[in-house]
């Protein structure tokens, strides 16, 4: 199943270049009081919500899925994981960029993985907004992971059981010697969309093509087996230091041929088996 998000507000899910409105489907969510738990509230409902949807799908209305303005699947969740320097290939671009303030840290597996605060997430249709235009902002292409069902000091065999699904993200990074988390915590620096394939549709994350353009001109090209830290093994890496909520959003790091963009710019980002999305550039 594509399960979206559009127009803000609508549940959908996509087939064969049509949204169908499954907003009905949210109906089966629970009232919820204040203080609600962490986690974005439909994956931590996810089978409740997924069997909504299986009921409500049949008579839902359908519309083309170039008239509906995609935002990011995952609208709360409470925190977005980033893998650090995490495709071979980008790390000996790192070790070379003289923008890097951080060559000891681009062993994954001694660094670790940082987070980027949840606010910064939008979906395509958002686009990206710029607010240091003297500074280099870079695009960074990425498998993203969303997480199903709490997820605490998961192995990686049974890690995967913990997704809810795929999407394609952007991490947005502005370059300088700041904290990593302070420079891609920018209002709309976590593009994730322009929809979530469920894991049982992509049973295997480890060899997607993925790739991305700015303007048509090729910049990213790699493919998922070459991760350093598989999907697997960072949801064990991940949950050794904290539970995974549900809607928890898990970016898997970025291949070499990360590059500037400016406003007017447009950025398409294609994952094999997911799907392609069209990000504008904008000055904040
Ligand atoms: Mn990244």
Redesign the pocket.
């Given at each position: 199943m594509y399960l979206c998000r559009f127009n803000r507000d609508r549940l959908g899910v996509v087939e064969e270049g049509v949204v169908y409105d499954v907003t009905a489907a949210l109906d089966a969510l629970p009232h919820e009081r204040w203080p609600q738990p962490f986690g974005d509230a439909l994956f931590r409902h996810w089978d409740t919500v997924r069997q909504a949807i299986r009921d409500v799908l049949p008579t839902a209305v359908g519309q083309s899925a170039t008239a509906v303005d995609f935002y990011a699947p995952v609208a709360t969740p409470s925190k977005i994981v980033?893998a650090p320097v995490n495709y071979l290939d980008h790390r000996n671009e790192a070790d070379a960029d003289p923008a890097n303030f951080y060559h000891h840290l681009n062993k994954i597996q001694e660094a670790g993985l940082f987070l980027k605060s949840a606010s910064a997430l939008v979906g395509p249709s958002e686009g990206v907004w710029l607010r240091h235009l003297d500074r280099r902002n870079d695009h960074?292409l990425?498998l993203a992971v969303v997480i199903g069902r709490t997820a605490n000091r998961v192995s990686r065999e049974n890690a995967l059981s913990y997704v809810a699904g795929y999407a394609i993200g952007l991490?947005m990074t502005v370059r300088g010697p700041e904290e990593r988390s302070f420079r891609k915590s920018i209002d709309s620096f976590a593009v994730v969309g322009p929809w979530m394939v469920t894991a049982d549709d992509l049973p295997d994350p480890s060899q997607l093509d993925i790739e991305l353009t700015v303007n048509g001109e090729p910049r990213q090209q790699a493919n998922t087996r070459d991760l350093i830290v598989d999907v697997p093994g960072l949801i064990e890496m991940a949950s050794r230091f904290y539970a995974l909520n549900p809607g928890d959003i898990i970016?898997t790091?970025?291949p070499a041929g990360v590059g500037p963009v400016v406003p007017g710019d447009t950025i398409e980002a294609r994952i094999a088996g997911i799907g392609a999305m069209r990000v504008a550039v904008n000055a904040a």
């Open positions: 980033c960074e990425e991490d970016l790091g970025t």
